[in-house]
C-alpha cells in the first residue's frame, strides 16, 4: 500500500519532468493526466503521446518500456514485441527520433549503475538497429538509479525500476 | 552507559537548531575512556562554549565517555589552572584524564585558547593545547582543534574534530524531488549549501587541498562535472560530453581528473588536466570501466571494470598500460576509495549478505568486512585514514554511517530527508 502510494508520487513527479522537457515541439501537453491511471502502474510516464502526423504513430506508453534482469542488460523475449512497434514507427518515419533512456535499481553504487544504465540503453539501440532503425535516429542516455519510478526496497520495486523507457522526440 | 546516553541525548537536543545531521553513537567494543573536560574560564555571552564542544566532541568519538557537568558539582571552584587540580577527587569520580582551560577573547571577535590535559593516575600535566580563532565564526572550529590535539596525545591517531563532510541530501519539495550539496562540520554543524537541483547531484570529491570540489550533476537532464570553489561559490562546467560524465577522482597534487566518459562507445576512464583540459584515455575495453581512485603517490589508479563478466577492482599505473585484478571475494566488488595513507583501499562488496563495506590491504590483498549490509555503499576515507564514512539504507532513508578501520566504534549520521554520497574533506592546510 505504501509502495503504491509512493509509485503514484513518483509517477506523478516523472510526468511532471517528461511534460516540462516537451516544450519544443508539438508533444501533448496533457500527457501527464493520462499518465497516473493507477490501473497501468507498471508502465512508464515518460513516454510521448502521438503526434497525429504520421501514418505510423509512436507506440503508446504501455508499449515503450523494456524491462531486465538483475544486472543485466540482455533483451528479454517479452521486449520483443516494444521493440518491434518502435522499429516499425522510426522506420516508417525516417526524420523521427527517440531518445532510450536506460535505468537500474537501487542495489550497487551509483557510479557503476549510469554506466549499467547506458549499456542497457546500447542494448535496445543494438537492437532497433537490426531492425532496420538508423543509428542518427536514436539518442542514449543514462540516469542510473537516479530515477526510480517505484521507491520500495524489495524485488517489486527493483523490477519496476530496471528499465530503458523509449521516449519520441 | 545509560548516564552515557543522557548525555548523548542533551548534547544533541540542544545543539539540534544548528546541526543538520544528528549523530549518534551506535556501537563500541573497546572501552571507553573516562575524561572530564571542565567548563573553561571564559566570559558569559561569548560565541561559543568552548569546553563543551571538546567534550562532545571526544564523546562522539566513541573512545571517550565525556563526565557530565552535572557530576562536577562538587567541585567548587572548578579548576582552570594547575594548583586547582585535586587529582584525588577526579580519581574517585573515575576519571583517568583531565581536562581545563582559559579563553580569552580578543579585539575582532577572535579568541585563544589554552588547555591543558592532565594524567590523573600519574598526577601530572601531560599536554598544553594552544588554538586561536581571528572572528566568531572560528570559535567552533578552535574548539575542534583543541579537541583534536587532545585525542591525538591520548589515543595516538591524529583527530579529525576540525574537518569537513560534504554529502548530497534528497527532500520531496511540493512534489518534486530536490538534491541538495552540502559542505559541513564533521560534527554536522555550521552547513553550507553547495548546489541544488532538481535533477540528481552525486559524486561529490574535494581537492587534495579541500578548496575545490568536483561532482556530477544532471541538470539540464544529462550527466555533467563541476568543479566548484565552496568558500566562494565559483563554478565551472568541467566535462559535458556526450554520454557519461562522472565518477570524478583527483590526483593528489590536483592537477588532474581522472573520469568516466562513454562518448567513445562505451564507459572508460580518462586523465583530464585540470587547467587546460587535454585529455588522455587511459582504459579502452568493451567492458564498464568506472569509478576511480588514484594512490596517495599519484602513481596507481585504482578502478571498478566488469571485463571479467562481473565487477571486480582492478589497478593500473596512471601512465596506461596492463591492467590488474585486485579482488577476487564476494560476487562483485564496486567503488574502491584509497585510504589517504595509501594502505588501505575502500570498496563495496557484494555477497549473500548485500552491499558491505569492505576494507582491503593493499600490500597483501586480504579484505575485510566492516559494515553489516545489505545496501551500503559511497566509502570516503576521513584524512586520517582511521575512519570510513559511507551510506546506509537506515529504517527512514538512507543515512550516513562511520565505522573504524579496526571496527570498534561506529556512528549514524541522520538527516530529515535522504542523505549520501558523503566526501570527507582533507585536512584544512595551514
Known amino acids: 500500500m505504501l509502495n503504491n502510494k509512493w509509485f503514484a508520487c513518483a509517477t506523478l513527479a516523472l510526468a511532471a519532468v517528461a511534460t516540462g522537457c516537451s516544450s519544443t515541439g508539438d508533444k501533448n501537453a496533457n500527457g501527464s493526466a493520462e499518465a497516473v491511471k493507477p490501473t497501468t502502474p507498471s508502465q512508464g510516464s515518460a513516454a510521448a503521446a502521438p503526434s497525429g502526423k504520421t501514418s505510423v504513430t509512436t507506440p503508446a506508453s504501455t508499449q515503450s518500456i523494456v524491462y531486465f534482469d538483475f544486472d543485466s542488460s540482455d533483451l528479454k523475449p517479452e521486449s520483443k514485441d516494444v521493440v518491434a512497434a518502435w522499429a516499425k514507427y522510426l522506420t516508417a518515419n525516417p526524420t523521427a527520433k527517440a531518445q532510450l533512456q536506460g535505468n537500474t535499481d537501487e542495489r550497487g553504487t551509483r557510479e557503476y549503475n549510469l554506466a549499467l544504465g547506458e549499456r542497457r540503453s546500447a542494448a535496445v539501440s543494438s537492437a532497433l538497429q537490426s531492425a532496420g532503425v538508423a543509428a542518427s535516429q536514436l539518442e542514449l542516455t543514462s540516469n542510473g538509479e537516479e530515477k526510480p519510478v517505484a521507491l520500495g526496497h524489495d524485488e517489486a520495486s527493483w523490477s519496476q525500476n530496471r528499465r530503458v523507457e523509449i521516449v519520441g522526440q | 552507559m545509560l548516564n552515557r546516553l543522557l548525555v548523548a541525548c542533551l548534547a544533541f537536543a540542544s545543539l539540534a537548531v544548528q546541526a543538520d545531521l544528528d549523530i549518534t553513537v551506535v556501537g563500541g567494543a573497546k572501552r571507553a575512556q573516562p575524561i572530564a573536560v571542565v567548563p573553561f574560564s571564559q566570559g558569559p555571552g561569548q560565541p561559543a562554549d568552548v569546553a563543551a564542544i571538546v567534550a562532545a566532541d571526544l564523546d562522539r568519538s566513541g573512545q571517550f565517555l565525556a563526565l557530565a557537568r552535572n557530576d562536577m558539582k562538587g567541585f567548587d571552584p572548578l579548576p582552570t589552572s594547575e ?61 575542534h582543534k583543541v579537541a583534536d590535539q587532545i585525542y591525538e596525545k591520548l589515543t595516538g591517531t591524529r583527530g579529525v574534530f576540525d574537518t569537513r563532510i560534504a554529502y548530497i541530501t534528497s527532500m520531496q519539495v511540493s512534489g518534486r524531488r530536490q538534491f541538495k550539496l552540502i559542505w559541513a562540520d564533521a560534527d554536522g554543524e555550521n552547513p553550507r549549501e553547495i548546489a541544488r537541483s532538481f535533477e540528481p547531484l552525486l559524486s561529490p570529491a574535494w581537492s587534495p587541498d579541500g578548496k575545490r570540489i568536483a561532482y556530477v550533476t544532471f541538470e539540464g537532464g544529462r550527466s555533467k562535472i563541476i568543479i566548484q570553489t565552496p568558500a566562494t561559490g565559483d563554478y565551472v562546467t568541467f566535462l559535458g560530453e556526450k554520454g557519461i560524465n562522472s565518477a570524478p577522482a583527483w590526483t593528489p597534487d590536483g592537477s588532474r581528473l581522472v573520469v568516466t566518459l562513454s562518448f567513445q562507445k562505451n564507459s572508460d576512464l580518462y586523465v583530464i588536466d585540470v587547467a587546460t583540459k587535454s585529455r588522455r584515455r587511459l582504459t579502452d575495453s568493451f567492458a564498464i570501466d568506472t569509478s576511480p581512485t588514484v594512490s596517495p603517490d599519484g602513481r596507481t589508479v585504482a578502478f571498478l571494470s566488469d571485463r571479467s563478466g562481473s565487477a571486480q577492482i582492478y589497478t593500473m599505473s596512471i601512465d596506461g598500460g596492463e591492467a590488474k585484478r585486485l579482488t577476487f571475494e564476494g560476487r562483485r566488488n564496486e567503488q574502491p576509495r584509497f585510504a589517504p595513507d595509501g594502505k588501505t583501499l575502500a570498496l563495496v562488496n557484494y555477497d549473500a549478505s548485500g552491499y558491505r563495506i569492505g576494507l582491503v590491504d593493499v600490500a597483501s590483498g586480504v579484505m575485510r568486512l566492516v559494515s553489516s549490509g545489505p545496501l551500503d555503499e559511497g566509502p570516503s576515507f576521513a584524512p586520517n585514514s582511521a575512519v570510513v564514512i559511507y551510506t546506509r539504507q537506515g529504517g527512514s532513508g538512507a543515512e550516513l554511517a562511520t565505522v573504524s578501520t579496526d571496527g570498534s566504534v561506529r556512528q549514524r549520521l541522520r538527516h530529515t530527508g535522504d542523505v549520501r554520497e558523503p566526501a570527507w574533506a582533507p585536512y584544512a592546510k595551514p
Open chain 2, 83 to 143: 594548583p586547582q587540580v585535586d587529582y584525588r577527587t577526579w580519581r574517585a569520580l573515575g576519571q583517568e584524564a583531565l581536562v581545563i582551560g582559559n579563553v580569552q577573547a580578543l579585539p575582532g571577535g577572535g579568541a585563544k585558547t589554552v588547555a591543558e590535559l592532565y594524567d590523573v593516575f600519574r598526577t601530572q600535566k601531560i599536554l598544553t593545547v594552544e588554538a586561536t580563532a581571528t572572528r566568531p565564526t572560528e570559535w567552533r572550529s578552535m574548539a
